[in-house]
């Protein structure tokens, strides 16, 4: 029976080689796209456009363009849901797919916006930046 238990331990040893091994840069890189992304889900949610909108930013030449605050002031989000989300093998761009439910203030109608976010990291700044402009409420 002791060839079964150093069968075991080779079988853990293997298994355990398996496992992905993130770098102490990439868990950085993660940590800062989460603190991102619920920051600006938390000033999107309360209604913090202005704020929010500091992390629009186009990638290389590409321009964001820039939202209509004053529009956006007549609605009130009551939901933002993050339904998937993809990286890429780098692990510095992202795409998001985030639910906003929301309502007009003078109506009262909640509706439901698909928001397709693509977030990207710059490594100088060392922070995450949404290159998408934000959606825009009360279109069909």
Known sequence: MPWMRWALI???LLS?????IVSPGEEKRGRALFEAT?????????GQYEQA???LRGKGEE?????????MQRYRVVGYHQADQIASAEGTEVRAIVLIEYYEIDSGVTKTVRDEQYWWYEETE???FLGTPM???GRR
Do not use: H, N
Request: with cysteine; glycine share 2%.
């Open 63 to 71: 321009k964001i363009a820039a939202p209509d605050l004053e529009r």
């Open 53 to 55: 909108a500091q992390y």
């Open 126 to 128: 060392k922070r995450w």
């Open 38 to 46: 619920d920051t600006y889900r938390k000033l999107f949610r309360w």
């Open 10 to 12: 080779l079988l853990m």
């Open 16 to 20: 355990a080689g398996c496992a992905s």
């Open 135 to 137: 959606p825009v409420f």
